[in-house]
T-cell receptor
Framework: DVKVTQSSRYLVKRTGEKVFLECVQD?????MFWYRQDPGLGLRLIYF???????EKGDIPEGYSVSREKKERFSLILESASTNQTSMYLC????????????FGPGTRLTVL | DQQVKQNSPSLSVQEGRISILNCDYT??????FLWYKKYPAEGPTFLIS?????DKNEDGRFTVFLNKSAKHLSLHIVPSQPGDSAVYFC???????????????FGTGTQLKVEL
């Protein structure tokens, strides 16, 4: 079974802090994604990575950066956390191909005070 | 601009009856569609998909219908069970046969409640 794990289930940070969210997948997937989920807005793509050291902006990249130094790990970085970044953050991975679905981690509920 | 829309934020059905969840899209370039189910405090899990070369795909109690001319798809669950109570997300993408990660565009979700 594909397993995508995220470093924390719940996280509370203060405004202005630098926040790291880690995601690890164990299925040797090339593609990895970061989303945030907010009520009434669904899942919105923040950044994605085709392969190691590759990254592309998604629909809402402002205020975020990412790092992919190893194939299995994709990190989301909030350089200076703000209250409007309070959200559920979801990581996903997949193999390339036209019809391959994405597999999601359990999510990290981040609260910025 | 919401390219994938789920206009019903919630749906309530009785156990054993049919649940029909709807999804509309505006981008005619989308040619692969997926449904995900999400329980609270868990990540979404893949449920069923359909490519644009088909108009129906079945998997057990779950059937997805695609109407390309109307840019509409629906998920039918029959019979509905209490364990089906969850948020259902519709997602769409372009089925690109390259190494680039196919981005999914998600709808806003429909909360399904199956009552006893």
């Amino acid at each position: 079974d594909v397993k995508v794990t995220q470093s924390s289930r719940y996280l509370v940070k203060r405004t202005g802090e630098k926040v790291f969210l880690e995601c690890v997948q164990d299925m040797d997937h090339e593609n990895m994604f970061w989303y945030r989920q907010d009520p009434g807005l669904g899942l919105r793509l923040i950044y994605f990575s085709y392969d190691v050291k590759m990254k592309e902006k998604g629909d809402i990249p402002e205020g975020y950066s990412v790092s992919r130094e190893k194939k299995e790990r994709f990190s989301l970085i909030l350089e200076s956390a703000s209250t409007n970044q309070t959200s559920m953050y979801l990581c996903a991975s997949r193999n390339p191909g036209a019809y391959n679905e994405q597999f999601f981690g359990p999510g990290t509920r981040l609260t910025v005070l | 601009d919401q390219q994938v829309k789920q206009n019903s934020p919630s749906l309530s059905v009785q156990e054993g009856r049919i649940s029909i969840l709807n999804c509309d899209y505006t981008n005619s370039m989308f040619d692969y569609f997926l449904w995900y189910k999400k329980y609270p405090a868990e990540g979404p899990t893949f449920l069923i998909s359909i490519s644009s070369i088909k108009d129906k795909n079945e998997d057990g109690r779950f059937t997805v219908f695609l109407n390309k001319s109307a840019k509409h798809l629906s998920l039918h669950i029959v019979p509905s069970q209490p364990g089906d109570s969850a948020v259902y997300f519709c997602a769409a993408s372009r089925a690109i046969l390259t190494g680039g990660g196919n981005k999914l565009t998600f709808g806003t979700g429909t909360q399904l409640k199956v009552e006893l």
